[in-house]
């Protein structure tokens, strides 16, 4: 097997750190999407590439998200399996930006920034394997004072069906305190005990 060893190292300007990296489904340079946090913002990976000096991989924003994603706790994301598409979750600004990244050099949009989304604290986001519906799954642990992120949680699941442009149409909702009130509290609980 062969030995492995970095190669190179990437950084983000004023970033507070890459909450998630997804390759590109088909992209013929082994492309990926990093989110973030801090900036709020989306930076595309170019491992095979080379920078002016001849390293081997490069790094380049490819989006901003904006306000409502600047500063927040956490940025996770998903791509369809075509490499079409790309979902953001800002969990505390309970927002899920929606991208058309077809074409790389020119990514679009497709959700209204400042549209109010039906999430308090969205955080882990899915697309489902028939590619026609993804799952948000709000923030769920509430520590108290001994935690030291406490973001705001509504304990819900969102299912959010992808329209004909990328664009997501939120329409269905789970809430476990409301399914499952026995396990709020041990939600709540869930970092402090051993349940």
């Keep these: 097997m062969p030995s492995r060893k970095i190669i190179s190292t990437l950084s983000i300007p004023n970033g507070n750190g890459i909450q998630d990296v997804k390759f590109i489904p088909g992209n013929p340079e082994g492309a ?23 390293k081997q991989g490069t790094i380049e924003l490819f989006y901003d998200l904006g306000p409502n994603a600047a500063n927040k706790v956490a940025l996770f994301s998903d791509i369809t399996k075509d490499g079409k598409y790309a979902y953001f979750t800002a969990t505390t600004g309970n927002h899920v930006a929606q991208l058309d990244i077809s074409d790389l050099n ?34 769920f642990l509430q520590t108290g004072e001994i935690g030291i992120v406490n973001t705001p949680a509504d304990f819900k699941i969102h299912y959010a069906d992808i329209n004909n442009d990328g664009s997501l149409h939120f329409n269905r909702t789970i809430s476990f305190s409301e399914q499952f009130p026995e396990r709020k509290l041990a939600l709540i609980c869930a970092t402090c005990t051993n349940l």
């Design 106 to 139: 020119h990514p679009k949009r497709l959700d209204d920034p400042n549209s109010v989304h039906p999430t308090i604290g969205p955080h882990f986001i899915k697309i489902t394997p028939d590619q026609k519906h993804v799952v948000i799954i709000d923030y």
């Design 32 to 54: 990926a999407l990093a989110s973030a946090v801090g900036p709020g913002q989306v930076w595309i990976i170019y491992p095979f590439r080379k920078d002016s000096s001849g």
